[in-house]
């Protein structure tokens, strides 16, 4: 691989330095202004000089000689009304700062990264202001989302990822790197697990149509259909591997019937114009048979229904990712996935071992019986999110364990930067060899 100088914007804890550098990179720069961000990086790279954190790109002009500019653009509100208005809130007018560091440097080419969020069709005019604002600088750009799954990491985890190259180096048009899938299982990555002695036959996860990737969310994936890798807690979607409040808490038949027919009814549009909505006792009573309102107020009381001023009734946990108890989903050892690392938390968390069962209705009872109500399930820890994001296990955090996490879930995740690093090589980006760096 060839030589390169990199700097990297927004560099947070070092996600795209430890990617880059393992496709033949070197750091000549980076710009972060989160203190405990900078003590991770310093922690990390301890021989940098005193000098190479560039502080606010906001004040920042010409940069230290470089080839590739890279950072993970802080997340727009996604509340954009158009085009005129893309760049007026502060954060998206960092992105008028990178369009300005690029148009003064020019450098050889460039990755910036971001949530999926920005190519919604709602921001389509938000993105196109982006990307034609790189192309006016004299790039070609090309932008994709990727999923960190794809590249050998086991979270689920997409990402947009745009990349530029300068026009005027003629090179060939680049193309984003193979897909590499985990192999990996959970039990493979996190501690103290047990691994099944057969793991469940799978079915193979199609996401090709006429030729091409289909990008979706793992968490709307039944890999296995009724036999999925992980169970949701929620009261307002179901599924052979949903599990509800009333077959947690200790309710009778009549009570599961009622909470049941609520679920099963409350997206209809004639109770409200959401996708879920509040229902009076009458909507209720007219769906299940000498239904009496002290019955939805018993509910009340176990904390599986909440009744509204204006007497209506909704779930308690009304929220789909709130989960249950503050759990969403409960991932299984032998899943070859976890959930997406947020930097605001998250509500999955991972099973101590794994079950089965002959048909669905056992595997979800056996879940239930020897997961579940034992609590044979717990949170991640920091290090093995660092793993499941793909940081190297000699990697070195910060004291505060909840900084870590909120560090880890704004990172990338370096094996999908190793990728598109080692895709640029492909294009001899970086020819001639740089040996003065």
């Given at each position: 691989m060839k030589q390169f100088r990199f700097i990297d914007l927004f560099a947070g804890i070092g996600g795209f330095r430890l990617g880059l550098e393992a496709a033949g990179g070197i750091?000549?720069?980076?710009?972060?202004?989160?203190?405990?961000?900078?003590?991770?990086?310093?922690?990390?790279?301890?021989?940098?000089?005193?000098?190479?954190?560039?502080?606010?790109?906001?004040?920042?002009?010409?940069?230290?000689?470089?080839?590739?500019?890279?950072?993970?653009?802080?997340?727009?509100?996604?509340?954009?009304?158009?085009?005129?208005?893309?760049?007026?809130?502060p954060r998206g007018k960092l992105w008028v700062d990178v369009i300005r560091l690029i148009r003064i440097n020019q450098p050889r080419a460039f990755i910036f990264e971001n949530v999926k969020g920005l190519i919604d069709p709602r921001n389509r005019l938000f993105l196109e202001t982006i990307l034609d604002s790189f192309k006016a600088e004299g790039y070609n750009v090309y932008y994709k989302l990727l999923n960190s799954f794809d590249y050998g990491v086991a979270q689920n985890r997409d990402r947009v990822f745009i990349i530029g190259i300068q026009q005027k180096l003629g090179l060939p048009d680049f193309s984003f790197p193979e897909y590499s899938e985990s192999k990996q299982r959970l039990y493979d990555l996190l501690d103290n697990l047990q691994a099944p002695s057969i793991i469940p036959e799978s079915i193979p996860i199609q996401r090709n149509l006429f030729g091409e990737r289909i990008e979706v969310g793992f968490n709307k994936l039944t890999p296995r259909g009724a036999f999925n890798d992980f169970f949701i807690l929620n009261d307002i979607r179901n599924g052979p591997t949903s599990i509800h409040s009333w077959e947690i808490y200790a309710t009778t038949e009549r009570e599961k019937q009622?909470?049941?027919?609520?679920?099963?009814?409350?997206?209809?549009?004639?109770?409200?114009?959401?996708?879920?909505?509040?229902?009076?006792?009458?909507?209720?009573?007219?769906?299940?048979?000498?239904?009496?309102?002290?019955?939805l107020q018993a509910l009340v009381q176990k904390r599986i229904?909440?009744?509204?001023?204006?007497?209506?009734?909704?779930?308690?946990?009304?929220?789909?990712?709130?989960?249950?108890?503050?759990?969403?989903r409960i991932f299984l050892p032998h899943a070859r996935f976890f959930g997406t690392l947020t930097a605001r938390g998250m509500h999955d968390e991972i099973a101590e071992i794994s079950v089965?069962?002959?048909?669905?209705?056992?595997?979800?009872?056996?879940?239930?019986?020897?997961?579940?109500?034992?609590?044979r399930h717990r949170p991640i820890t920091v290090n093995e999110a660092a793993r499941i994001q793909g940081f190297p296990a000699t990697f070195k955090f910060h004291s505060n364990q909840s900084a870590n996490f909120r560090l880890i879930g704004n990172s990338v995740?370096?094996?999908?930067?190793?990728?598109?690093?080692?895709?640029?090589?492909?294009i001899n980006l970086f020819e001639p060899e740089l040996c003065e760096v």
């Open positions: 750091c000549v720069g980076s710009a972060e202004i989160d203190q405990q961000a900078i003590k991770v990086y310093r922690q990390n790279w301890p021989t940098d000089r005193s000098d190479h954190n560039l502080g606010d790109i906001t004040a920042l002009q010409q940069l230290p000689a470089h080839d590739l500019l890279v950072g993970g653009v802080p997340c727009q509100p996604w509340s954009i009304a158009g085009k005129n208005q893309a760049f007026d809130d009622i909470c049941t027919t609520i679920m099963r009814n409350r997206r209809n549009p004639r109770y409200g114009d959401c996708d879920g909505n509040p229902m009076s006792y009458s909507d209720i009573a007219d769906l299940v048979t000498d239904l009496a309102e002290p019955e229904l909440r009744q509204y001023e204006n007497g209506k009734y909704e779930f308690f946990n009304r929220r789909l990712s709130g989960g249950i108890d503050g759990t969403y089965s069962g002959a048909n669905a209705a056992e595997y979800k009872q056996n879940f239930i019986q020897q997961i579940l109500i034992p609590k995740a370096p094996p999908v930067i190793m990728a598109l690093g080692k895709a640029l090589q492909t």
